[in-house]
């Protein structure tokens, strides 16, 4: 059990948030190039499909052209939820646009290791990625902060927990719950509707 004191509220990555990570990663003059695309990857694939970075580590350029061939992607997950489930993309295929801008040409892994043409390890993966947020964003935000904005957004659009747990492959829907969280500028309107 931690200490108390010791936890943090997080903010989920909402869209504002996402545009910021990635004009940053373009801007940023102290990346490489290789580095620049595993984080514009990392982050695009996090936002539309609100995975965890686990789920994502071993993704190559196949999955990505299913994904924009079918609109959809069945994730056999062999890491926290064990369960396999269905990501899909919306009909209009605005979500495809930004899935083709991540697609490798060497049709390899997306996130190899440096000289290599393996994946890299989720938690270097994970540590690159919080690094990036932490700078641009603040302590507030990490990784897992693009599963929040997933599930606070589908819930804001008025999805049912219970549909968003499936979605998410969640297995109690009290966690979902916990996710769907009112972000800054819902309580801040909720006050100035109050009558004091």
Known sequence: MRPRG???A???????????????????????SGTKMKLISAFTLLYLTGCRVSEIVEFCAKDVEQMIAHNEFSLTNRTKTRKSRLISFDSDRVQVEFLKK??????????????????M???????MMNSFIHKILGELYSTHSFRAGYITA???????????RQDVGHKDIATTARYAIVTSEEISRGKNLRTW
């Open 6 to 8: 010791t936890t943090r």
């Open 154 to 164: 589908a819930h804001q659009l008025g999805q049912s927990l219970e549909h968003i």
């Open 121 to 127: 390890t989720a938690s270097a993966l994970k540590f």
């Open 10 to 32: 997080k903010k989920p990555i909402l869209k504002k948030e996402y545009d910021r990570l990635i004009a940053a990663v373009y801007r940023s003059l102290d990346l490489q």
């Open 102 to 119: 991540i697609l490798p040409l060497d049709g390899g892994p997306l996130f190899k290791r440096n000289n290599s043409n393996t994946p």
